[in-house]
């Protein structure tokens, strides 16, 4: 660890909880940058003697950041903050922009390619068109704090946007150009994930190893009149993850 500012004790007269007020004071020090990613947060005796409190609320504390994904646990050595990481699951309907800032994470694109080819007959099919039909394909490789995170390749229909490929270029959000020019408004979206090894040319634009584990993920997206959108992405296995809750269907009957 490095000196920063001092943390203080928390304030017991404040109506939040203790350990909502320690994962705060945590989470400045993360989301401003003054504990980098990497970096080795104090451990839990020196929290508890700096703020005062119980072992039990400082891993309140400590667990919340780390439900979040901003803090990782490792086994024996201690816990450290992480890397910026796009959490999949349990969450609305957003564009990748409203995912990332939603992490308090800088989003960021960078074009790969854009045009107009003929369907595949896996995108035709995802799309309810003809194979062969024309469909504007827009690549890009997604940024978080400037790290690449993943390559997206969305396959929006041509007839429901048809002069896409002309201004996608400079827009940092795909489902806000959409929204605007072209009154398309997401209203639903099925995905699947799968696990998968990179590409060698894939690697090159993530930064990491040939071979490495990425998510591979199917989208479909709809809105009043239909499929539009099938975005296949290549996420990098170290910053992406999946989490979901799954819930019983037994509901005990309450008595009165």
């Known amino acids: 660890m490095t ?6 004790p928390l304030d017991r007269s404040r109506p939040e909880p203790l350990w909502h007020q320690l994962a705060e004071a945590l989470r400045v020090r993360i989301t401003s940058g003054e504990w980098p990613p990497g970096f080795q947060i104090p451990t839990e005796d020196q929290l508890c003697e700096t703020f005062g409190v119980s072992r039990i609320t400082v891993r309140q504390g400590v667990a919340r950041l780390e439900a979040e994904g901003l803090l990782r646990r490792d086994q024996g050595r201690g816990t450290f903050v992480r890397d910026a990481r796009l959490i999949a699951g349990d969450s609305g309907l957003t564009s990748f922009t409203e995912e990332v800032l939603r992490l308090g994470v800088r989003a960021g694109s960078r074009m790969i ?3 107009v080819e003929p369907a595949s007959a896996r995108v035709a099919d995802a799309l309810g068109i003809e194979e062969g039909d024309d469909v504007t394909v827009v690549r890009r490789l997604r940024l978080g704090d400037g790290s690449p995170m993943g390559i997206q390749t969305a396959h929006i229909r041509t007839d429901r946007a048809p002069d896409l490929a002309e201004h996608v270029g400079g827009v940092a959000s795909l489902y806000e150009l959409l929204r605007e020019r072209y009154g398309i408004v997401p209203e639903e ?13 894939d690697a090159e634009i993530l930064e990491i190893e040939p071979g490495s ?3 591979i993920v199917e989208r479909t997206t ?6 539009f959108e099938f975005t296949a992405s290549t996420m990098r296995g170290d910053r992406y993850e999946i989490r979901s809750t799954l819930r019983t269907s037994y509901h005990r009957e309450r008595t009165p």
């Not at 000196?3 to 203080?8: A, D, E, K, V």
């Not at 994930?193 to 590409?199: D, P, T």
């Not at 709809?222 to 499929?227: L, M, Q, T, W």
């Open 3 to 8: 000196p920063g500012t001092p943390l203080q």
């Open 189 to 201: 979206a099925r995905e699947v994930y799968r696990v998968g090894s990179a590409s060698p040319q």
């Open 213 to 215: 584990p990425v998510f």
């Open 113 to 115: 390619g854009v045009g």
């Open 222 to 227: 709809v809105d009043a009149r239909g499929p």
